[in-house]
């Protein structure tokens, strides 16, 4: 059957491994759930179609045990080692069970076990106890009313607001199970530029829609909220956070929503943040904002995600570090049900930077991760570009918050400051497009933020091997080379684009394609030349402690490593220093010699990976295998643009010569 993607990493085809199939059709006859909901059909359903797809077998829903052996058992039961998502699947007497307290565990460890069919492990003494490390796991979508998606590279959005409450596309259904497959169990529906529209009774009845499509799926619904809503939509005059009439205005919003969506999740604000409306209008603060949704939302359990992407347009400022300066004195002051949802690093989703300096500056405020999925700054769907290497290595950097081992992914689970909840999200990279993501491998990208989201212990390695066998082929040589292929391409995309530190080289306002010369845009900080400050001396933006020293907030012990010219890691070296042309580096290469190395290795390696598809051919599907070819084709000319243009832009500061044996740009 022709794959075109469609069917993400739920693709169920036959296993191809004959002998893997003989024996798990022999073990499996039957399903038998213990009790009844609309959560534990939905696992059953998923049970049978993915193994009757996988095995060519009706897998049969019983009324009692089979004494044949071979059943699924769904169980719920008291397991003092599982939490409420958790789940047990083990084998005994020749019958397979999936426990858990709730059916939310049940939905899971199903999932789980089809993942386990489908990647051929060996069921006979299945034996696995797991439990998310982190509460909220969201998708957070960019999606405006009119259908267009802001940074969204794959079709228009999925959510066809004019045709809902009426027409449900069975699509809808399909996004939940992807998503409770990696266990996302909730999604924001709309951009955090945020039309007030979504507050009218017409929209909410819209929402309502989608939510009932996605409860058996245990996928909760947030929304985005313009801040100004009173006054868009409220008919106030003001929507000041401390007025009486608008805290009024948000309490009665919020008793509305819950009557139309019981079990509605809460909000995401994107306040006083490029131009987006918010508190200090009115002369107020990020927690006099929160605050006031939060305590509308709070009777019906609803939480607030108010965004810490704040920056001011300041010339001789440095935008990494307004963020902390706005964020980091209200440490402790935010209402119980609000949580700070913080970007990966300081600036904004470029494709490398330190951690965000707030993670672990806020002790007393539960803070979130914001990923994104869509590749707004990495060749969007055209490059391919896998992101897991990318969230780990934020995840497992060390804050020294509290001493050594104070990683980023503590802070965000909650763990090292006892925070109350814990959440991380990813801005979603899908769209109308029959594959879901454009990039039919950009699908891993939101495969990863599940994965990691449940268990940030996974290695880049093992998610890149489930999602391929799940998702296009389980033939070893094959998925040896695809695998390859995608732990590389992060760095190979850093070393093309931005390397040795450098960031915001991206075209104006469309981030895409090289624009290191852009001097003048609608604010400072919008510019290339802002953020890498060539010379004649040299290249980087010193934010050492002779410079913004951005690198004051992070802990002394990052910044005896960071803050030294010396010691500073190269992938970091630019991105706190501005370093001499011919400086030495420790690779035994100036500084300019070093970035033209980077410049063409980068663009090298995309053709290598051009060669490296070509015999993978016979062993995944036709349209998939061309799509990816022809991706690839763009990614190396974009490449080579990238490195063209850097390098000869930079060269007009170095005035140096393009190193031998790379040859000039033609
Ligand atoms: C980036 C992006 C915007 C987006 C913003 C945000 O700046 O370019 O389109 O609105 O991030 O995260 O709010």
Redesign the pocket.
């Known amino acids: 059957k022709a794959d075109d993607g469609y069917r993400l990493w739920l693709k169920y085809d036959p296993l191809q491994d004959a002998s893997k199939r003989a024996s798990y059709s022999k073990s499996i006859n039957s399903v038998y759930a213990s009790q009844e909901s609309s959560t534990i059909s939905a696992a059953v359903e998923e049970l049978q179609m993915g193994l009757k797809g996988l095995l060519g077998k009706n897998i049969t829903l019983v009324k009692s045990m089979d004494s044949k052996r071979g059943n699924i058992v769904l169980k719920i039961e008291n397991n003092e080692k599982l939490s409420e998502e958790g789940y047990r699947i083990f084998s005994q007497n020749g019958n397979f069970y999936i426990s858990s307290k709730s059916e939310k565990g049940l939905l899971y460890g199903s999932y789980e076990f089809l993942r386990q069919v489908q990647t051929l492990q060996d069921l006979s003494k299945i034996n696995i106890e797991s439990n998310p490390k982190i509460k909220l796991r969201l998708l957070n979508h960019?999606d405006n009313p009119n259908g267009t998606i802001?940074?969204g590279y794959a079709g228009a959005s999925l959510w066809k607001w004019h045709e809902l409450p009426y027409v449900i596309d069975p699509r809808y259904k399909d996004y939940a199970r992807a998503n409770a497959s990696i266990g996302i169990n909730g999604t924001v529906l709309n951009n955090?530029?945020a039309s007030a529209r979504f507050m009218t009774a017409e929209y909410l009845e819209k929402v309502e829609a989608l939510a009932k499509v996605f409860r058996p799926y245990q996928i909760k619904v947030f929304l985005s909220v313009r801040f100004s809503a009173p006054r868009n939509v409220g008919g106030l005059p003001t929507a000041d956070p401390l007025d009486p009439q608008v805290r009024q205005w948000w309490k009665d919003k919020a008793k509305e929503i819950y009557s139309i969506i019981p079990d509605f999740g809460g909000f995401v604000v994107?306040a006083n943040?490029?131009g987006e409306p918010g508190p200090q209008d009115y002369n107020r603060t990020h927690v006099d904002g929160a605050n006031m949704l939060a305590e509308a939302l709070e009777p019906f359990n609803g939480i607030v995600m108010w965004?810490a992407?704040v920056y001011k347009a300041d010339p001789n400022g440095d935008r990494t570090k307004e963020a902390y300066y706005e964020f980091k004195p209200f440490d402790g002051q935010f209402h119980k049900n609000v949580i700070v949802q913080v970007?990966n690093g300081p600036l904004?989703?470029q494709p490398r930077e330190p951690f965000h300096p707030l993670f672990g500056a806020m002790p007393q405020t539960p803070l979130m991760m914001e990923f994104q999925l869509t590749q707004?700054y990495l060749g969007f769907a055209t490059h391919l570009v896998y992101e897991a290497p990318m969230f780990k290595e934020v995840l497992d950097a060390d804050t020294y918050a509290k001493g050594k081992g104070s990683t980023v992914a503590k802070v965000i689970d909650g763990s090292l400051h006892n925070y109350r909840f814990s959440a991380i999200c990813g801005v979603a990279n899908t769209g109308s497009d029959r594959n879901w993501t454009g990039h039919p491998i950009g699908q891993v990208n939101w495969y990863t933020l599940g994965r990691l989201a449940w268990d940030y212990s996974l290695s880049s390695e093992q998610i890149a091997e489930e999602w391929i066998k799940m998702t296009l082929t389980t033939q070893p040589k094959a998925v040896a080379t695809i695998k390859d292929m995608m732990l590389k391409s992060r760095e190979v995309m850093v070393n093309y684009m931005t390397p040795l530190g450098l960031h915001h080289l991206m075209g104006e306002g469309i981030?895409y394609g090289p624009q290191p010369w852009l001097d003048k845009s609608g604010r400072p900080d919008w510019t290339s030349t802002y953020y890498h400050r060539a010379d004649t001396i040299g290249l980087g933006f010193n934010r050492s402690a002779t410079g913004s020293n951005a690198v004051g907030l992070y802990a002394p012990e990052i910044q005896a490593v960071w803050g030294s010219e010396e010691n500073c890691p190269l992938e970091f070296l630019l991105w706190f220093h501005h370093v001499r042309w011919d400086k030495k580096l420790p690779t035994g290469k100036s500084l300019w010699d070093e970035l033209c190395f980077r410049y063409y290795g980068g663009a090298e390696e995309v053709k290598k990976m051009q060669e490296q598809w070509i015999p993978i051919k016979p062993f995944i599907d036709k349209e998939i295998f061309t799509d990816v070819l022809g991706r690839l084709q763009i990614q190396h000319r974009e490449a080579v643009w990238w490195r063209d243009a850097c390098v000869l832009y930079f060269q007009t500061f170095s005035k140096k010569p393009i190193p031998e044996p790379l040859e000039k740009p033609k």
């Open positions: 960019w802001e940074r955090v530029n994107k943040s490029e965004r992407f970007k904004d989703f707004e981030h």
